[in-house]
């Protein structure tokens, strides 16, 4: 049985607080029922050979409420996907606990304030999806230390400052952007001039090449 294993009874009380800040009883599509006590058969809920929960998939699933700060708990966990909801308030700075983080998606939410540091502790990230909220503030300058990331969306938030040494050094890099933050400023970086970006309704620079 998962219960037999503190480490899944860990996760099971973390996942319940996250039902109940997260107003779990007015889920649509993937519902759980909190009373079980095998939290891995939770809709949208992976888990690995330990019990330990890996993936949190709750896209458009009409979440609101707050993400409780216990997630940063779940330190097996790889994918976050609570993206087009109505979840609101800040980002705990717990998250930079999620040291396995591939996946972190948060996009189309009412999501406030700013970004916490903490996010450049997570050295295995590979996408970030926070478009789409009024997340205000300067991009954390340890977002430029994920070396691993290949997408980042930001746009249409509230962001502030300069961007020009920010990104340069993100080799993996992909796709940006950092549309519709009309106080982001700087250069954008020529290292990224040759991948997918986006910095149309800001103070940022445009200085690539045109074809």
Not at 59 to 86: A, F, H, M, P
Request: aromatic residues 6%; negative net charge.
């Amino acid at each position: 049985m998962p219960s037999s294993s503190p480490s899944a009874i860990s996760d099971l009380q973390i996942l319940r607080r996250f039902y109940e800040s997260a107003n779990g009883e007015k889920w649509t599509t993937k519902k759980w029922d909190i009373t079980l006590d095998d939290h891995c058969d939770f809709d949208g809920v992976s888990c690995n050979g330990e019990f330990e929960v890996t993936e949190i998939d709750l896209g458009k699933n009409n979440l609101s409420g707050s993400i409780s700060s216990e997630i940063g708990k779940l330190n097996q966990l790889v994918t976050l996907d609570l993206g087009r909801n109505k979840l609101s308030g800040s980002i705990s700075s717990e998250i930079g606990k999620l040291n396995q983080l591939v996946t972190f998606k948060l996009n189309g939410n009412k999501i406030s304030e700013t970004i916490p540091t903490q996010i450049g502790q997570l050295n295995k990230l590979e996408f970030i999806r926070l478009d789409g909220n009024s997340i205000s503030g300067t991009i954390p300058t340890e977002i430029g230390q994920l070396a691993n990331l290949k997408k980042l969306r930001m746009e249409d938030n509230d962001l502030t400052g300069d961007i020009t040494m920010m990104f340069g050094d993100l080799s993996n890099l992909r796709n940006l952007d950092l549309a519709n933050n009309v106080d982001l400023m700087g250069e954008f970086p020529d290292e990224l001039c040759g991948i997918k970006y986006d910095i149309k309704g800001t103070d940022i620079l445009d200085q690539c090449p045109t074809s």
